[in-house]
């Protein structure tokens, strides 16, 4: 199956959250290796902890589903 340029404004669009999913993740990551380096403890506090998992999620299923859009397209 040949793209068509719904599946290419999906893709795109898929591609936008991602980078800005892994743009947040990047920041949480960040925080929490200051927050080992300073106090030695617990990576990052629960509210942030909550959003590491949300975006793990969403870039899971972003991923997911990119994949399933290469796949059809082979």
Do not use: W
Not at 3 to 11: L, R, S, V, Y
Not at 20 to 27: D, I, L, S, Y
Request: hydrophobic share 35%; with cysteine; net charge negative.
């Amino acid at each position: 199956m040949k793209a068509n340029e719904q599946t290419i404004q999906e893709f795109s669009h898929l591609h936008t959250r991602y980078l800005e999913a892994q743009q947040r993740m990047t920041m949480l990551q960040g925080a929490a290796l200051e927050g080992m380096r300073k106090i030695g403890i617990g990576c990052v506090p629960e509210n942030s902890h909550k959003e590491f998992n949300s975006l793990k999620t969403e870039i899971e299923q972003i991923l997911a589903r990119m994949k399933e859009i290469c796949d059809s397209i082979q």
